[in-house]
C-alpha cells in the first residue's frame, strides 16, 4: 500500500507586516535560546516581526517567559490551561503565577477559559467544568489586577464562557484565541468589543462560518496566530506548525475580508501591538 506524501511545508511569499498573536515555541521544539532565534529568523524573513507565545502551565510559562526575555521579537502569555485546571488550586501555583504575570515580558493573561471536548471524550486527562470555571475566574480577576488583556481558549463551551464572561470588568480587553465559533457567537463577541484572533482553521474547506466570522469582524479588533504546531493552514493543513507560516492564515482571511494581503498584515500587526502593548 503507498502512502501518499505530503509537501514539505514552505513559509508563504513575506509581507512586510505581520504578528502571530499566539503561539507556542516550546511545543515547537524551539526551548534554548538559539532555537527561538532560529524560529523567529524564519518567521521574520516572510514580515512576521512579532509573536506571543503562550505557556500551558507553570513549567511552560517560566520557558514562554524565558524566550520572550532572550529574543526581542517575543513575547509571553502566561496562565494554567483549561485542561490543566486542577492544578491552579494546588500549593504555591497561584503566588508564582502571579510573579511570572508581573513581568514585563508578559504582554496576556492566558490560555485560561473552558474546553469541554476533553470532558466529553476522556474525562480522566481534563479538569471538570467547575473547577475550569473557578480556574477563569480566577485568571480573569489576575488580569484585571494587573491590567493585561485576557487570552481565552474556548473549546465547546461557548454559552458558558459568555455567562462568565460577562462577568468581567467592562474595560478588561477579552481575546478569543483560535476563534472556532459559530457566527452568532462571533456576533455577540463583536458586540462585547472583544478581539477575534484567527488560527489556521480558518483556511480549511468546510470551514465557510469562520471565515464569514473573520469578515464581519471590525479592523480594530481582528488579529490572526498559528497556535503552533498544531493547526497549520492550507496548504500544509496536518504539517507541523510555526510562526512564518501564519500569513498563508493572514492570505485566506484579507480573501474574504477583500484588502490586499500588505493591509490586512499591517492591520494584524498594529493591532497585536495596540492589544499586547508592544513597543
Ligand atoms: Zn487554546
Ligand atoms: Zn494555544
Redesign the pocket.
Known amino acids: 500500500m503507498s502512502k501518499r506524501k505530503r509537501p514539505t511545508p514552505v513559509p508563504p511569499e513575506p509581507l512586510p507586516e505581520l504578528a502571530d498573536a ?3 515555541l516550546a511545543s515547537c521544539g524551539a526551548t534554548t535560546p538559539a532555537q527561538v532565534t532560529e524560529v523567529m529568523d524564519r518567521a521574520a524573513a516572510v514580515g512576521v516581526h512579532r509573536i506571543c507565545t ?1 505557556g ?1 502551565d507553570l513549567a511552560e510559562s517560566v520557558e514562554a517567559l524565558a524566550a520572550a526575555h532572550a529574543d526581542d521579537r517575543v513575547y509571553a502569555a502566561c496562565a494554567v ?1 483549561p485542561t490543566r485546571a486542577s492544578d491552579l488550586f494546588t500549593d504555591g501555583v497561584q503566588d508564582r503565577l502571579r510573579e511570572l504575570v508581573a513581568d514585563p515580558r508578559c504582554v496576556a493573561v492566558g ?1 485560561t477559559g473552558l474546553d469541554t471536548y476533553w470532558i466529553t471524550h476522556e474525562p480522566e486527562t481534563t479538569a471538570p467544568l467547575d473547577v475550569q470555571e473557578a480556574a477563569l475566574r480566577w485568571h480573569m480577576a489576575l488580569a484585571a489586577e494587573v491590567g493585561k488583556p485576557l487570552m481565552i ?1 474556548n473549546r465547546e463551551a461557548d454559552a458558558d464562557l459568555l455567562r462568565i464572561l460577562d462577568d468581567a470588568p467592562e474595560d478588561l480587553p477579552v481575546m478569543l ?2 476563534f472556532s465559533s459559530p457566527l452568532a457567537v462571533a456576533r455577540e463577541a463583536v458586540d462585547r468589543g472583544y478581539w477575534l484572533s484567527f488560527c489556521g482553521n480558518v483556511t480549511f474547506r468546510r470551514n465557510e462560518e469562520l471565515r464569514e466570522a473573520a469578515r464581519l469582524c471590525p479592523a480594530d479588533r481582528i488579529l490572526v496566530e498559528t ?1 503552533a504546531p498544531f493547526m497549520t493552514p492550507e496548504p500544509f493543513r496536518g504539517a507541523r506548525n510555526e510562526p512564518a507560516f501564519v500569513g498563508y492564515t493572514a492570505r485566506c482571511v484579507a480573501e474574504v475580508r477583500g484588502v490586499t494581503p500588505e493591509a490586512l498584515g499591517a492591520q494584524v500587526a498594529g493591532n497585536a501591538r495596540r492589544l499586547y502593548g508592544w513597543v
Open positions: 499566539h503561539t507556542h503562550v500551558d490551561h490560555e481558549h484565541h483560535c497556535d
